[in-house]
């Protein structure tokens, strides 16, 4: 996939016979076309820069998670030794679900701690903005980093080949882990609950098996908490919102939630592509908004060249993790409901521990050509060589993230091949309908009806549509449950678009 920032060289050749008040012109063109790739090449290094920024960011809000957990059990606890002797008396177990709260951040963290070792940054996160000027940072457009963790595109295939026997030889040594101790964080901090008992970890102590040839101290730097950034508890709240998606992506308790959301897309796809084993290439299905990257593996195991797209780090440094370094189905034990005590029927509902993932991603039965693919919907799939290259484009819950759903509209229709197929599941939430403080923030928030027409004027025909009810990351546990009536729709690209 070619970068959006990638350039083509600026073209110098001249005749040699040139007059020379052409030779001027054309020496003034060159020193033009000179500063003008010099101001195209500090606006990519800024980009970069803020790019590693917002990345540093979303690491330490990662990293920060035991920390703000830590900080939320403690404004509990005080609530609780403000209660009279008689008051406490009538809860006396309040105190050990104190013990075991702490024992589950610390799982929690163990998880996150081994996700954030096998994550290879694919920008160098030691760049900072120091030498950029104000004005440079206010033509820049760093607010989509900073707010939405956008970042250039890189696709890679979503599995890499992942042998166990591999994985072993390479695994770190216990003086290695000690090693890294001293330097902050590292899963001997946290309890090993995390990783669920099998015979291959024993065999190892239960240390990281991810090694895959980065793991150095130099290489994890960023590791360090000393190198971390202040992070607004806003930031932690997202990596809390990642471990509830982990539940609707990659727990067996999140297949109700897969039946409602996932299972109408792929029973569509099957029906509408009846004779893909039989043609000599699978057609293709892009899902922009992968999220966590189940929906396009189970796509990819139908028998569809799938690849997922997603621009949020958060997302990416997750799914990466599981798809590519997950090595026995329930591996890990997380404890996703810990964070909020309402609507608790009972504390050991609330401290249940979830294993995932329920399936091996790498034994599920993929299709060849299964990517996952970093970057922003719009900016990626509107360069020119993905113009008709999809048979088939799935959104689920995606479309209202829009700040134009025109823009995403018109995207789809664009990549899409002339008779091909666009399923989608969701609301229309709009994410940016809310945004105080931000008034110059775009946000076309179409109702349903719009959202049909400006589709048929891409091209588009409704060949189904229905209502379906479903929860979206929800505890199914819970006193509380958020439904949504998604629109689900199948459209065809019926011709070339002309508006
Ligand atoms: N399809 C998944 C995730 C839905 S949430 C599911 O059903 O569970 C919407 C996802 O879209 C988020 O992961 C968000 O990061 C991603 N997203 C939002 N805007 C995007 C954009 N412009 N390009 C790519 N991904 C985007």
């Not at 030794?81 to 009538?90: Q, Y």
Request: with cysteine; hydrophobic share 30%.
């Amino acid at each position: 996939m070619i970068s959006s920032s990638e350039m083509t060289e600026p073209t110098t050749a001249q005749a040699p016979e040139t007059v020379t008040a052409v030779a001027t012109e054309t020496e003034m063109s060159r020193e033009r076309d000179g500063e003008e790739e010099e101001k195209i090449r500090r606006q990519k290094k800024l980009e970069e820069a803020l790019e590693a920024k917002s990345l540093r960011r979303i690491i330490s809000a990662y990293l920060n998670y035991p920390e703000a957990a830590e900080e939320d059990l403690k404004k509990w606890e005080r609530s609780y030794r403000k209660l009279s002797p008689a008051h406490k008396a009538l809860v006396p177990h309040y105190a050990l679900k104190f013990e075991r709260l702490k024992r589950c951040i610390s799982t929690n963290s163990y998880f996150i701690f081994n996700m954030l070792q096998a994550f290879e940054p694919p920008i160098d996160l030691s760049q900072d903005l120091d030498g950029y000027e104000d004005s440079n940072l206010d033509c820049a457009p760093h607010e989509k980093y900073v707010l939405d963790e956008r970042h250039d595109s890189s696709c890679q295939p979503a599995l890499t080949n992942n042998c166990a026997h591999e994985e072993e030889s390479k695994s770190l040594h216990d003086s290695e882990l000690q090693k890294k101790d001293t330097n902050g964080p590292s899963p001997n901090n946290y309890s090993e609950d995390a990783r669920n008992n099998d015979d291959r970890y024993d065999c190892d102590g239960g240390q990281l098996n991810h090694d895959h040839g980065n793991a150095s101290l130099s290489a994890h730097d960023w590791l360090d908490p000393s190198l971390q950034t202040h992070v607004p508890l806003v930031d932690v709240d997202k990596v809390r919102c990642i471990i509830r998606n982990i539940v609707r992506d990659w727990a067996a308790e999140g297949q109700r939630e897969r039946d409602q959301c996932y299972k109408p897309i792929l029973d569509e796809l099957d029906s509408l592509f009846p004779d893909r084993q039989k043609q000599s290439t699978p057609p293709s299905c892009l899902v922009p908004g992968a999220g966590l990257g189940r929906l396009a593996l189970e796509i990819s195991c139908l028998g569809f060249i799938s690849q997922g797209n997603e621009f949020s780090y958060y997302m990416m440094i997750c799914s990466s993790f599981i798809l590519n370094y997950a090595q026995v189905p329930n591996e890990w034990t997380i404890y996703p409901w810990i964070h909020s005590n309402c609507n608790s029927l009972s504390d050991n509902d609330q401290l249940r521990p979830v294993s995932i993932p329920d399936i091996h991603p790498a034994s599920a039965g993929i299709t060849e050509g299964f990517s996952m693919c970093g970057g922003d919907f719009v900016e990626v799939y509107n360069e020119s060589c993905q113009a008709g290259m999809w048979d088939a484009v799935v959104t689920c819950f995606f479309i209202d993230t829009a700040h134009n759903i025109i823009e995403y509209i018109e995207t789809i229709s664009k990549i899409l091949k002339d008779g091909g197929v666009w399923i989608n599941l969701g609301p229309l939430l709009y994410h940016f309908a809310d945004t105080y403080g931000h008034d110059n923030e775009m946000s076309i928030e179409l109702s349903l009806e719009d959202v049909k027409r400006v589709a048929s004027q891409y091209g588009f025909e409704i060949e189904k549509e229905r209502t379906i009810e479903t929860t979206y990351t929800t505890n199914p546990r819970s006193m509380m449950q958020n439904r949504y009536y998604t629109a689900f729709w199948t459209m065809r690209k019926k011709c070339a678009i002309t508006t």
